[in-house]
C-alpha cells in the first residue's frame, strides 16, 4: 500500500529532503524549501519488482561502430578518430569564442552523408541563417529548429531517427515536468540524463553545447560530466586568432588532445600545422629558449622566455605565466645553490610564449638555461632544443618519449639537441650535446 508522506523540495534544484532546511546543500540557495506530499509505496510491494536479465559478456552481440568523420580533421583528431554513434558530447567554451561556428560548420559537412538535426535554443532561425550564409552552408540540407522543448526534441528524435543530433545550448533547454528555470541545476541533470538516454537507446549521436562559469568550468552540476561521453573546450589566445579545441574527456579517444583553429571572416578553419605558426615568432637573443611539450598526442615546440634584473626592491619580484611558479622558483633555487648565480637579488620575470600552460619536468633544463641566458646576457646556441629534467642535486636526467620530440623539431630545421647524460635517442642527424650536471651549463655559454 501508499501512504502519504510530507517532503520539502528545492524550488532552484529539485533537491529533496524529509525536513526543512534554511540553505539548499545541493545549490546553495537560501529559503528555497517548500513543503509538498507524495506517496510513498512499501518497498516491499510486489508491484516495484523488476525482472532483470544477467548476461556473460562473451554472450553479448557486439559490432564495430563507423565514426562519423566530419571532414574537420582537427575535430576529428580531438575526438580520437570521429563522432561515435550513440555518444553525448558537449563542446563548452567562452562566450562568443566560436562554439555556435564550429558546431554549424560540423553539422553541415556530416548533412552530407548523414541524416542531421540541428536544434538552436537560444538563437532564432533567422540568425542561424545569417551565419550560415557566412560560412557558406546555408544551401546545405541541413534541417533546422529553434525548439527548446526537451520532450518535443526527444519526440521528434525518436519519430525521425537521425544520425547526429546537435542542440546549441542545453541550458536553454527545458522539460515541462521540472517547476524551475531553463540552466539550474535541476533542469540541467534532468536534461543530461533525457538525453543520455536517447542517444543510447536510439543509437543517435548527439552533441550539446554549453556555458561556462566565471572560473572555466562547465556551468551546472558535476554530474553533467560524468553523464556524457565527452567533453570539450573550445578556448581562445588574446593575441592571435587561433582557436583551441582541447579534450578533458572522451571515452573514444585520448584526454588532452588539441586541435587548432583560425577565426576567418568564413568560419574556423583548420590549422594543422601549428608549431610552424608557433616557431614564426620566436627570436634568437638572449633568455629565449626552445623547449618541446607534449599535449595528447602532439609534440609542441614552444619558446620559454626569462628576464632577470637586479632587484631594487627588498623582495625580489617573480612574475611567471604559463608554467607553476614554484617549478621556476626552485630551479633558479638549485642554479643559485650549486653555480652561485644570485638569482635571489635579481627580479624574475618568466613566460612561455603563445598563451600555453606546460607542466611536467621535462621542461626543467630548458627553464635553466632561460635562467642563465638572460643572466649572463648571452643566448643559447642558434636551432637548438632543450629536453631535461634536473633533480635537486643538481643532476640533468633524461626524459620520456624524447624521440617523439625530436622527429617533431627535425621537422622545422632543428640541428642541435640539449638534453640529459645517457639520454638515448634515435638517429636524427642532428647534433647532441649532453649534460651531467648543472656545472656543464656554464660551460655552454663560454663557448659563446
Not at 542517444?199 to 556524457?228: C, Q, R, Y
Not at 634568437?284 to 595528447?296: A, D, I, T
Amino acid at each position: 500500500m501508499a501512504k502519504e508522506k510530507i517532503i520539502f523540495t528545492c524550488s532552484s534544484c529539485n533537491y529533496t529532503t524529509v525536513k526543512w532546511m534554511g540553505c539548499c546543500p545541493e545549490c546553495k540557495n537560501w529559503e528555497t524549501f517548500k513543503e509538498t506530499k507524495s506517496l510513498i509505496k512499501n518497498k516491499f510491494s510486489s508491484s516495484n519488482k523488476k525482472n532483470i536479465s544477467l548476461s556473460k559478456l562473451d554472450t553479448i552481440n557486439s559490432k564495430p561502430k563507423k565514426r562519423m568523420l566530419s571532414g574537420i580533421g582537427e575535430w576529428d583528431r580531438v575526438l580520437g578518430g570521429g563522432i561515435m554513434p550513440n555518444s553525448l558530447l558537449i563542446l563548452t567554451g567562452d562566450p562568443g569564442i566560436g562554439k555556435s561556428t564550429l558546431l554549424l560548420q560540423i553539422a553541415a559537412n556530416l548533412c552530407k552523408n548523414y541524416n542531421v538535426f540541428y536544434f538552436s535554443s537560444e538563437e532564432s532561425l533567422e540568425q542561424v541563417k545569417g551565419r550560415a550564409t557566412r560560412i557558406g552552408c546555408a544551401n546545405s540540407p541541413l534541417l533546422f529548429s529553434d525548439q527548446a522543448d526537451l520532450e518535443s526534441i526527444i519526440n521528434i528524435c525518436k519519430e525521425h531517427q537521425p544520425n547526429l543530433v546537435v542542440i546549441d545550448s542545453i541550458q536553454n533547454c527545458y522539460t515541462q515536468n521540472t517547476k524551475t528555470t531553463p540552466g539550474s541545476i535541476g533542469q540541467l541533470r534532468e536534461s543530461a540524463f533525457r538525453l543520455m538516454r536517447l542517444a543510447k537507446e536510439n543509437d543517435i549521436a548527439i552533441i550539446v553545447s554549453g556555458h561556462i562559469t566565471k572560473e572555466g568550468t562547465i556551468a551546472g552540476p558535476k554530474t553533467l560530466e560524468h553523464m556524457v561521453d565527452g567533453v570539450f573546450y573550445l578556448q581562445g589566445e588574446d593575441r592571435w586568432q587561433t582557436r583551441m579545441l582541447r579534450s578533458v574527456k572522451n571515452r573514444f579517444g585520448t584526454i588532452n588532445e588539441l586541435g587548432f583553429f583560425e577565426m576567418q571572416p568564413q568560419g574556423l578553419t583548420e590549422v594543422p600545422n601549428i608549431n610552424q605558426h608557433l616557431l614564426s615568432e620566436i627570436s634568437h637573443s638572449s633568455g629565449s629558449v626552445l623547449v618541446s611539450f607534449m599535449e595528447g598526442s602532439r609534440p609542441l615546440l614552444l619558446e620559454l622566455q626569462a628576464l632577470t634584473v637586479t632587484s631594487k626592491l627588498g623582495i625580489p619580484q617573480r612574475v611567471i605565466s604559463g608554467i607553476d611558479h614554484k617549478q621556476v622558483v626552485l630551479i633558479a633555487a638549485i642554479l643559485e645553490k650549486y653555480l652561485h648565480v644570485k638569482l635571489s637579488t635579481h627580479d624574475i620575470f618568466f613566460k612561455v610564449s603563445g598563451g600555453f600552460k606546460i607542466k611536467g619536468s621535462s621542461a626543467d633544463l630548458g627553464i635553466a638555461l632561460a635562467l642563465l641566458s638572460s643572466y649572463y646576457q648571452q643566448p643559447v646556441p642558434e636551432k637548438s632544443i632543450a629536453l631535461g629534467e634536473i633533480s635537486l642535486t643538481g643532476q640533468i636526467k633524461p626524459i620520456n618519449q624524447i624521440n617523439a620530440y625530436v622527429r617533431e623539431a627535425k621537422k622545422f630545421g632543428i640541428k642541435q639537441l640539449l638534453v640529459g647524460k645517457n639520454q638515448k635517442i634515435e638517429k636524427s642527424g642532428c647534433t647532441i650535446k649532453q649534460f651531467k650536471n648543472v656545472y656543464d651549463l656554464l660551460r655552454l655559454f663560454e663557448s659563446n
